[in-house]
């Protein structure tokens, strides 16, 4: 069945360095959504990307959904502190069903 | 209520006793989702429901688990003859159309004993 990826599991950063996690689909999707979810919390939405090799930014984020549409990728300029958490990306392939990546799970050192 | 609603919020139980979860979506949201979320993984898909049917039932671990939804809002997951793998987060999520954005409630803690 169809699986997403999501590099690295866990990734450390100084504030204000950047951070990038990676998001692979072994099917090619319709669309694709970011998540973030903070530590005891609910995953909540960031964005949705549908078009091949849409590019998409909110403030400090930058999300991009590659030309094949089976990849995506989430790039946080200057880290902050209120960055931490778990983001989570989602691949909709046309199967009811969004199925959520492994996620990536940000700590920021102060 | 102006979120998904998830009730209860913690459940402690014991090996070989039924639970059920309730899950009151945003009003109005057609679709209604069921997903798992052991500590420190992923979100594993359960059950996806339009209106009160649910086209998608692929999810489900084993047939101890059975999800309803009645009216097109509430939904109710239950989990037969409970196991210590189950233990985990429950997270109902729903949204206006089956592709737009999901909204999460807050979700059920279950831990079985």
């Known amino acids: 069945g169809q699986q997403v990826m999501q590099i690295p599991q866990y990734q450390h950063v100084q504030e204000g360095e950047d951070f990038t996690t990676y998001c692979n689909s072994s099917?090619?999707?319709?669309?694709i959504q970011w998540y973030k979810q903070r530590p005891g919390g609910h995953p909540v939405f960031l964005i949705q990307?549908?078009?091949?090799?849409e590019v998409k930014k909110q403030k400090r984020l930058t999300f991009q959904f590659g030309e094949a549409k089976k990849n995506s990728s989430l790039h946080i300029t200057a880290t902050q502190t209120t960055d931490v958490g778990t983001y989570f990306c989602?691949?909709?392939?046309?199967?009811?069903?969004?199925?959520f990546g492994t996620g990536t799970r940000l700590k920021v050192l102060a | 209520g102006a979120g998904v609603s998830q009730s209860p919020s913690n459940k402690v139980t014991e090996k070989g006793k039924d639970v059920e979860l309730r899950c009151d979506p945003i009003?109005?949201?057609?679709?209604l989702y069921w997903y798992r979320q052991s500590l420190g993984q992923g979100l594993e898909f359960l059950i996806y429901?339009?209106?009160?049917?649910?086209?998608?039932k692929s999810g489900l671990p084993s047939d101890r688990f059975s999800a309803e939804r009645t009216g097109g809002s509430v939904s109710t997951l239950t989990i037969q003859r409970t196991q210590q793998e189950d233990s985990a987060v429950y997270l109902c999520?729903?949204?206006?159309?089956?592709?737009?954005?999901?909204?999460f409630g807050e979700g059920s803690r279950l831990t079985v004993l």
């Open positions: 009003s109005g949201h057609t679709a």
């Open positions: 990307l549908v078009k091949s090799g």
């Open positions: 999520a729903s949204s206006p159309t089956h592709t737009g954005e999901l909204f």
């Open positions: 989602a691949g909709y392939s046309g199967t009811y069903k969004y199925i």
């Open positions: 099917t090619t999707l319709s669309n």
């Open positions: 429901f339009q209106g009160n049917s649910a086209p998608d």
